[in-house]
Structure formats: C-alpha cells, structure tokens
C-alpha cells in the first residue's frame, strides 16, 4: 500500500509539470466547450447545454485514459524510469493501480470546472442526480484508462502506441456522439456506434442529465465497462514490460480487441434490440424540444379569439412562452433562432378526443398494411404533420395503445400526443363485441381481452376499473347503447354501468360514454359521466339534458365527419 500511495503522489507531481497531460486534461476540452457553445448558441440555454457538457466530459475521458496513459507509459519504459522501478523491487500491480488513480484525479476536476462554467455561463441546472453523475463517470474514466494500459503494454514504442490510439480515439469521438449526435449519422453509422464503449458513455451522462436517469438505468454499460477495467487490468498486469528492450510479437496487439470483448457482447444486443439506437433518438428529439425560435411575421391564431394580422411568436423548450403583435423583440433579447413566416399562418394544435389510432380506415392489398402497429404509428404521424398535436383514443387495443403511448412520450417515435381509454366496457352483445363475432376458442378470448370489458357484476366492473388504472389508462370508455334498427346490440345494465362510472371518478379517471339514443345521454349524465360520444343518432336530447350537461361542464363530441367519395 506504501509503495501504491508514493507512486500515485510521485505520478500527480509529475503530472502537472506534464504539458501534454494538462493540454488534454484541461485545455483541449474546455477549447472544445467554448467551441461547440459558440457553434450550438449554448446562450439559448435548455438541453443544448447539457448536449455540450455531455461531449466535453466524455472527450475528457478519452483524452484521460488513451493518451494519459496508453502514451505516458510507454514513454516511461522508453525513458528507463520502470526499470528503475524494477530494482526497488515492486510488482506492476501497484504501478497500473497508480495510473488509475492518477488518471482519476486528474479527471475529476474536470467534472466540477465543466459543469460550474455550464451553470454560470448558460444558467445549465445543477444535475439532479449528481451521485449517478460521478458514479457513471468515474467506472468511465477508470476503464478507458485501463484500455490505455493495455495499450502501453502491447506496444513497442511511442510511434506504435501513437497509432493504436488513434485507431481507437477517432472513431470513437466521431462515431459515438461525442463531437455531434450519433442521430445525425447514418444507420450503419448508428449500428457501428453500438460496439463502442464511448457510446455508452454519451448516452449515459445525456440521460442522467436530460432525461434524470439514475445509475440504474445505465447498469448494462456499466457492467461492461467494469468488465473491461478488470480484464485491462489483468492483462496489463501479465504483459507488464520493465525495459525497452523486451518485446512483444505484433500478435500480442489482438488484447486490445479482447478488453473490448464486452462491448463487442453489448454491442450485438443492441443490433438485436436496437435499445441504444432508440435512446439515441429520444435524447435527440429532447435536444431539439430544448430550442428557442421566434416565429415573425406569421398571421397569429391566438385561441382567444383573437387573429393577429402580423405578429410573432416566441416558443421556448416546446412551449409557447409569448405573442406579440408585429416583429416582436430583437433575437439577441430573447436568445432565439429566427423563423421567417411571412405569408403563412400559425395556430394552436388541435385536439381530436374521438380516434381509435388501430383502425385501418381504408383498403389494403398488401396484408402487412394491416398491422395495427403500422398503422396506429403512421396514423400518430399523420395527425401531428396535420397540425392535430393531441388525441384521445377512445378505444383500441390496450398493450399496443399503452406502448405505442410510451414511445410518443418517450420521444422513440415523432407523433401527436396520445392518451388511452383502453378497452371498452360494454355488455356481453353489446357494441365492441361484434369485432370479434367471426372468431372463436382463444382467438375470441385474447381479442376480446385487449378490446372490451364485459363486467357481469357492480364489483366485477369497479374491479376491472381498478385494473385498467394500474395498468396506466388515461380515461375510462364505456358503452350505452341498444342499436337501432338493423344493428341491434345489448345495453349495458345500468346498475353495473353507474358502479363503472363512479369507480372510474373515485380512482381520477374521467368517462367518456358512447350513446346512440337520448335514453342513454340522459342516462349517461345522471351516472355522472365526464362526456357523451356521439350523442344520439335517432332522437333529439332534451334541452333540459343539455343545460345539465353545460352546468356540470359533461363535454360533448359529436364526432361529426365528412365523407368523400
């Protein structure tokens, strides 16, 4: 231990007398903050800030351990300094664990100079989860200086160390995220990324920034990196050289690609799973959220009902923050990038509270246009480039509107914001049963599962409510309606139907009821619904059912459509 302490004293002093080590330790990423916040506008605040302290600290690490130590040691046997080493005696076991720490503490005043220039500079909040910050980064900056080791040790020279590093440094800032999202590369670009433990890196300390990800949910690249600080360590330990003089065959180089073995493992998962390349996208569209614009020159809906002729419009982090009648003020004021909008029009997004994001709504040839998933994610897509930036399914498949939920929220999949009734709760005959009339045995049983509810009793449906809200829904739909001539379906017992609706009200969740007659508005809103479907194809509703309906604010939506053809 003795021997360990002096070492790690006597590499710091050298350290910081070390020009190169205080360039790549210090200088060299800091020039890349100011660089990369003058060419992101950092001024402008929001995830922009925390995408460039993300590159700075993980360009740290690199630099750290491949040219801290994958060139530093080599330089040491060249200089006869281990081999003044070797007469002490010591075993090369103390010499790498000094190196580590080393690289270590040389490191972590990095973290707090980047994140504190951050704060005070662009206003970057103080991370939320700093443990997981430091944690994260310190497994980092200690495996990456252990590849560094394993590099010294298979090389001969400074020259041959000079291209090992670089073989790995490059590709390694260009392709894993570290000089500009690995989003913006191509998909094999993406796939390559994958196998590169600095990948890992920039995902992690993004999320934990970002997305306030805990430790935990990096805990895969973290095991791998600690597999690949221990195999470093060991194999360095084993090819450990005192002198110049002793070499090593070209084939002892192939234990650089065995240190990486982990993240070669992790890699082919992730080709299977595509996890990373998705988490990618997500903290991608987070950093564009992140942004400020002012929109100018626009013809406003303001949704007050007021048209402003000519004004602007200032969005912040994906929120509206402000309209203003003409120019508005000067970009530099409000740190935004500038859209020209002259001769075009800006609204508030729309709401449709009536979709079943499953349904086909056309004709296919090709079966697989018949997949839900396809086309509940084209028809989210579809919705937000119409300008409809919100909808609630009333209706579909429970798992596949709960995923496909997570996704849009997650930022996974660019879509109009969806919220989820989930199945309907109807009577056995009822209105929903009759998708699946066709079918029978387990296919019956496993649609009718994910589509609708048929409670038998009050308690059965408040318990079925109960589920469906640990199951994550939004809302509750259920069904009263008896048909009409041609279609005739079985209406709910009203008993079980007001034991759904108050269920639904004591656990938060609001019910949207579909009606087809005013028996069943009037019903519906005497139960204590939250809002009527449709309304009534056959007979007017009384008025005084409306004035009901206005003063307990039950909404109503016709669901009125225009068909072409």
């Known amino acids: 231990m003795s021997a360990y302490l002096a070492l790690t004293a006597h590499e710091l002093r050298l350290a910081f007398r070390d020009k190169q080590v205080l360039f790549f330790n210090y200088m060299f990423p800091l020039i890349f903050f100011f660089f990369l916040s003058m060419m992101l506008h950092a001024e402008r605040g929001g995830s922009i800030v925390a995408m460039i302290v993300t590159n700075v600290l993980v360009i740290g690490i690199l630099g750290n351990g491949f040219f801290g130590a994958g060139i530093r040691a080599v330089q040491e046997r060249e200089q006869n300094i281990l081999r003044r080493y070797k007469v002490a005696p010591i075993t090369p076991l103390p010499i790498l664990g000094a190196s580590l720490t080393t690289g270590l503490l040389l490191y972590l005043p990095a973290i707090v100079i980047t994140v504190t220039l951050a704060r005070v500079l662009y206003g970057m909040p103080v991370p939320d989860r700093p443990f997981s910050l430091l944690l994260f980064l310190t497994i980092g900056a200690l495996a990456f200086r252990g590849i560094g080791l394993i590099i010294a040790a298979v090389s001969n020279s400074t020259a041959e160390s000079n291209v090992l590093v670089q073989v790995l440094y490059m590709p390694m ?46 805990w895969k690249p973290a095991i791998a990196l600690v597999v690949t600080l221990a195999v470093a360590l060991f194999v360095a330990t084993r090819l450990f050289r005192w002198e110049k003089d002793e070499k090593l065959k070209a084939s002892a180089k192939l234990w650089v690609a065995a240190v990486l073995l982990p993240f070669v493992a992790l890699g082919v998962y992730q080709f299977r799973s595509s996890e990373q390349i998705v988490k990618n996208r997500m903290l991608w569209r987070e950093l564009q959220r992140g942004d400020v614009f002012l929109i100018r020159n626009a013809k406003i809906f303001v949704g007050d009902g007021r048209v402003i002729e000519s004004g602007s419009l200032l969005v912040r982090k994906g929120k509206v923050e402000a309209v203003y009648e003409g120019r508005g003020p000067e970009e530099s004021l409000v740190k935004a990038e500038v859209i020209e909008a002259s001769g075009k029009t800006v609204l508030p997004g729309l709401i449709d509270v009536h979709v079943h994001v499953g349904a086909p709504g056309g004709l296919y040839s090709d079966p697989k246009d018949f997949s839900t998933e396809h086309i509940a994610e084209r028809a989210l897509a579809q919705y937000l480039y119409s300008g409809i930036t919100t909808v609630k399914s009333v209706g579909d498949q429970l798992d596949a509107s709960l995923a496909l939920r997570k996704r849009v929220r997650d930022g996974d999949l660019l879509g109009a914001e969806l919220f989820v009734s989930g199945p309907l709760f109807t009577a056995p005959g009822g209105h929903g049963t009759e998708y699946f009339s066709w079918l029978s045995g387990p296919a019956k049983a496993s649609a009718e599962e994910e589509f609708v509810r048929i409670p038998k009793t009050a308690d059965e449906g408040r318990e079925q409510v109960r589920a469906l809200k640990r199951d994550g829904v939004d809302a509750i739909k259920a069904v009263l309606e008896s048909g009409r001539t041609g279609m005739l379906f079985e209406r709910m017992d009203l008993a079980i139907f007001r034991a759904v609706v108050d269920e639904a009200s004591q656990q938060r969740l609001p019910t949207a009821v579909h009606t087809g007659g005013a028996r069943d508005v009037e019903d519906a809103v005497a139960a204590g619904a939250n809002g009527i479907e449709h309304g009534s194809f056959s007979d007017a509703v009384p008025d005084a059912v409306l004035a009901t309906m206005a003063i307990r604010g039950v909404f109503y939506d016709p669901t009125l459509s225009v068909l072409e053809g």
């Open 173 to 218: 800032l260009m392709l894993s995220g570290a000089a500009f999202p690995s989003s913006a590369l191509p998909h094999w670009g993406q796939v390559v990324a994958e196998f590169l433990p600095a990948s890992y890196l920039v995902s992690g300390v993004q999320g934990i920034f970002t997305q306030h990800e805990t430790f935990t949910a990096n």
